[in-house]
Nanobody
Framework: QVQLVESGGGLVQAGGSLRLSCAAS????????MGWLRQAPGKEREFVAA????????YYADSVKGRFTISRDDAKNTLYLLMNTLKPEDTAVYFC?????????????????WGQGTQVTVSS
């Protein structure tokens, strides 16, 4: 079992930055590949970014590539998402999740354990 708690969301103006954090407890955090996913009002949940165990590989949705950076600190059992040059279309509830080993990082079904989400609102 893994428990995940997101934090760091809030209100920011377009062009600004936020850093989201995801604190993990329970099973060893370093055992999991991790991801960030988001859901905007009226839209389906979508993949944002993922990172492998020991940060060997990272993956990004085309919509955030070059603006967002996913990272992890296994010593602190924490996952991060640095979001730069934020746009109003980035407004969503952001979730961190632990991935099923070997599954496709871009699909929602790849993630087994989920946090409760943190709201990010980008004003224009």
């Amino acid at each position: 079992q893994v428990q995940l708690v997101e934090s760091g969301g809030g209100l920011v103006q377009a062009g600004g930055s936020l850093r989201l954090s995801c604190a993990a407890s329970g099973r060893t955090f370093s055992s999991y590949a991790m991801g960030w996913l988001r859901q905007a009002p009226g839209k389906e949940r979508e993949f944002v970014a993922a990172i492998s165990r020991f940060a060997s590989s990272t993956y990004y949705a085309d919509s955030v590539k070059g603006r967002f950076t996913i990272s992890r600190d296994d010593a602190k059992n924490t996952l991060y998402l640095l979001m730069n040059t934020l746009k109003p279309e980035d407004t969503a509830v952001y979730f961190c999740a632990a991935k099923i080993p070997g599954a496709n990082s871009y699909t929602l079904s790849a993630y087994r354990y989920w946090g409760q989400g943190t709201q990010v609102t980008v004003s224009s």
